[in-house]
């Protein structure tokens, strides 16, 4: 090293020893860390990330609810889980596409149609009419439905004639068209609701997705190639089947007797699809429950066979279930979850709980109401992303809206605990002592508390980075916690703006409004990460 290095190697690093079974522990120097403070201050929403110009295109494809019938808990988690790896990789320097592969296909729709025409209130009119005034229509068509299988248990003619309904449908019967063509619509009156709500959105065809009716018209190609590459095989009863070598998975059905094709037809579709609009090379996602573990298996390797994808370019997310605790949720409507219900709970409970902690707060009712939303919603979401997601998750909202714990509000509320710091500063004109005013770095001098605040925000870097690699949000959230009780440690220990008096008072001051900013800057881009919002006050 040039003395020149040398020196600054000393001012970086101030201890290097070899510990037991082989490692070599460096200790960064407190001139270190205050640089780094000053990076988080200067890049602001931009610390911690990538910026490369050989980004990786990569498809996320998350949420994917079914038209006609209720968006599920397990689709509120892939459309949680999904937003939050696709920020990650973006963060990260990926070029990202956000999907929605939507069930608005299937022959359920024939047994749908045959339902609205004379089930439920009798004709298509007044089931129109009924339908178009409720304040959520996909209630309704579920009515339908279970309708419907209740009627056909006794009488299989009504199947038959869901299927002739179908295959109209397929032949672009207008009736048909028209009508499935409306259960899209209503299912979007509530779909749009709840993404609006959780503040998500998806990139791909304006914003709706590529949903499985859109690769309709795509599956003779996939179906053609199949045989060509002598990969269809007669089933016993007719139907075509893909068998795998050497039986190491079942085989999977591409065509069912009757030759209509199925969900596993279309995902092929899709994912031709994907290759020739994004190139061979693009990566793709596909956040889906765990349920479906053996299908995207199936999925994956006839993919390969085909020559499309190499194996490393896709990837299932499976995440566990959701369990309640005991006590259930009172939102319970027969079999039926509603997520409007459990959303709308998540709202009214953070209220509950702020106004328990804030008697005597002094904001408007229109604030209020937006910051029982950021929480409510905050906490769902955090309760979904604190742990790996492969677990089952649990449903108890006393833990989700615990102030004290491992919960949303309780990062959100040291957010703003921050921020309420920091006004202070600002109003007691302590602003000028502001850290724009360059602290000496080599001056300061780190207490422990600091010290450990400081480390860690040095580590987010690492942290991004890893949560990429591992498609794994639950690392961004334990950085955050992490981070947050870190400076409530130092926070309960330190004031921060009544400094002792001292000759340094005026740096020490500086500095540990330098530190708290810095902390809510990365509290702020960790939590948007999550896609969580971070509130000012609270
Ligand atoms: N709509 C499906 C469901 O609700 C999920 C779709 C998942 N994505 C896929 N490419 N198959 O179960």
New binding site residues.
Partial sequence: LTSEENSGVRKNITKIEVADPGFVNFTVSDYFLCTNLDLVLSEKGSYGKVLSDTRRKTVV?YS???IAKPFTI??LRSTVIGDAVANILEFNGYQVFRDN???DWGTQFGKLIVALRKLGQGSLENNLAKINLAENPVKELVALYIEFHKLADSDPSLEDEGREWFTRLEKGDEQARELWQKCIEWSWVEFSRIYEQLGVKFTENEGKGYGESYFEDKMGEVLEELKAKNLLVDGKDGAQLVFFEGNKLPPLMILKKDGSTL?ATR?LA?DKFRLEKYGSDIWVI?E??AE?ELYFRQLYELERMLGWYKSDQRVHIKHGHFRFKEGKMSTRKGNVIWLEDVLDEAIKKARQVMEEVDKGSELTEDEKQSLSEVVGIGALKWNDLKGSTQREILFDWNEMLNMQGNSGPYVQYTYARAKSVLVKAEVSRLSELQYSEKVDLMEIVLNEEERAVLVWLWRFRTSVERAATELAPHLIAGYIYELAQRFNTFYNKHSILKVEPSERRAEVLRFRIALTSGVAEVLKTGLGLLGIEAPERM
Avoid: F, K
Wanted: hydrophobic letters at 10%.
């Fill in positions: 494809e994917s609810p079914n397990g689709h592969h939507l069930g969900y995902d899709t596909n889906v429950g479906q």
